[in-house]
């Protein structure tokens, strides 16, 4: 499509062009002849609008992006830094993760073999020494962190793996394996020349609704619930203190990886137990929940149509 060429019209009407008058004058000031057009008519009347200079609205700019970056980082995904070797080989020391925050917004609970982030539930981490920091520095790093752009050196969370939800039952008894409601888990993903207990047997233990049994990949090296037996909760995480799932290692590139949830965790049988019911009565649950509102609407025409 062409470029299309309009032309401003002036402001008042212009005569219709009727030919010569009675009086024969060919078009002078009496006459019905065109009327003069000035400067200000072939712009619309108000000329051409100056467009504002790119520096005034740069800080506008800057503002709407880190109003985004803001909104992002509350209610999508959040960047988080890995600082200890509590995960590994899966997770590195500096490596960059970014969490999943938006399905919690929408009642999602965590689920077995996701990554997840969490607050400290009081004890894990003990009491942490600040870290003396230039005044400038710090007030920068607080203000890339508020809005997402790096992470918090204040927030005292941690990062594991889930391994049981409310419901389950989980042990390990001498090198292995870890059991979930009487399955016993392939775990591919924990570090090389440990055992699946790490030298720290557990268990039977009946996770409590609502909480999650979390262990890093790195058995011998991860203080996780199988540490904070003694605690409240007896070693669980309450999904409140969930922060969201990890989802990507976003940096450094070379470390690039999704997070997906081992295939040992969707194995025939082991949600069955933990929702107490056999694994036939489940499809006939479903069926009878999702029919039940079919029948009341049914139940409520019949009714008007009797009325």
């Known amino acids: 499509m062409g470029d299309l060429v309009v032309g401003a019209r002036s402001g008042r009407e212009e005569p219709e062009d009727r030919g ?3 009086s024969g004058s060919s078009g002078g000031s009496s006459g019905g002849g065109e009327a003069p057009i000035d400067a200000n008519d072939r712009d619309g009347g108000g000329g051409k609008k100056q467009q504002r200079s ?3 609205e740069l800080p506008l700019l800057i503002v709407i992006a880190l109003a ?4 992002i980082k509350t209610f999508l995904l959040q960047a988080f830094s890995i600082p200890s070797a509590s995960m590994e080989n899966t997770l590195r020391i500096g490596d960059r993760v970014l969490v999943d925050k938006l ?3 929408f009642g999602s609970e965590p689920e077995r073999g996701e990554v997840v982030v969490f607050h400290d539930p009081g004890g894990w981490l003990g009491e942490t020494v600040p870290v003396d920091t230039n ?6 790093q607080k203000g890339l962190s508020f809005v997402g752009l790096m992470p918090s050196a204040e927030e005292k969370d941690l990062i594991k793996r889930v391994i049981a939800v409310g419901g389950d039952t989980v042990e390990c008894k001498g090198t292995g394996p870890v059991k979930v409601n009487g399955k016993a888990l392939e ?3 924990i570090y090389p020349g440990n055992t699946p207990c790490g030298d720290r047997p557990f268990g039977p233990i009946k996770v409590p609704q609502g909480r999650i049994w979390v262990m890093g990949d790195h058995r011998q090296d991860s203080l996780d619930s199988r540490y904070h037996q003694n605690l409240p909760g007896n070693g669980t995480v309450s999904v409140d203190e969930v922060v969201g799932r990890a989802v990507v290692v976003a940096w450094p590139i070379s470390n690039w990886s999704t997070l997906s949830v081992p295939s040992t965790f969707d194995q025939p049988g082991i949600n069955a137990a933990a929702a107490g019911l056999p694994a036939t009565a489940l499809p006939a649950a479903g069926g009878l929940a999702g029919a039940a509102p079919l ?3 049914r139940r409520r025409r019949l009714i008007n149509r009797a009325g």
Not at 68 to 71: F, K, T, Y
Not at 135 to 140: E, L, M, S
């Open 295 to 297: 029948v009341m609407w």
């Open 68 to 71: 985004l970056a803001w909104l």
């Open 103 to 105: 399905t919690p917004w």
């Open 54 to 56: 790119f520096w005034k």
């Open 135 to 140: 005044p400038v520095t710090g007030a920068i």
């Open 187 to 189: 775990e591919p993903y």
């Open 20 to 22: 010569p008058t009675s």
